[in-house]
C-alpha cells in the first residue's frame, strides 16, 4: 500500500520538458509550481509535500511507455490530491493529460485547481467566464473535473495553504464530488 501524504502538482511545460533547461524556468506554469517549492523552502510549516521529490528524476530522452508513464503513475499513486495550474499558457501536453487521466480517472484524486492569472476567480458568485476557456484548454480535466472534489482558487499563498489543508481535498478523506471554491 503506497504512503500518500504528498501533493501532486501538475503543470503544462513544452515536450520535451528538463527541468536542468534553462528555458524550463521561464515557461510560467513551471515558474507557477517553483513557487510553491518557494514557499515551502522559506517557511517550513506550509502544507506543501512536493510528490515530484518522491523519486528520482529522470532525464530527457527517457522512454514514454518504459520510465516517464510509469514515473508519473508512482508519484500519483503516492498523493492525496493533484494541485493543477491552469493559465493561459496552458496546453493539453502528453503529460499533462495522463497526470489528469490516471490521477483523476483512475486513482480518484480531488484537484486544487490554481489560476495564476484571476483574483479573485469569482464574479457577482460565479466563475469569471475566462476560467470556463481554460478548461477548455485540457479536455480530459474538464470531463474528469466533476468525477472528484475540485476546488478553484487564485494563486494566493493562504488560499492554497488552506485547500492543502482541507481534508475535503485529500483522496483519503475526500469531500462528495463537486466543484469548490474557497
Known sequence: MNYRNGNYAAFYVAEPFSEYNLG???AP???????????KGADPSFPFVDSHEKTYNVRDGSSWEGTLKPRLHKRLANSKNIVLFLSSQ????????EEIEYGVGVLGLPVIVVYPEFD????????????FGLWDKVPAFKRLMDTVPTVHIAMRKDQIRQALNSSSYMVQTKAKPKRYRL
Open 120 to 131: 479573485p476567480i469569482l464574479g457577482n458568485g460565479k466563475f469569471d467566464s475566462r476560467v
Open 29 to 39: 506554469d513551471f515558474v507557477y509550481y517553483q513557487t510553491l517549492r518557494a514557499w
Open 90 to 97: 496552458t496546453r493539453a501536453s502528453k503529460a499533462l493529460t
Open 24 to 26: 524550463a524556468y521561464s
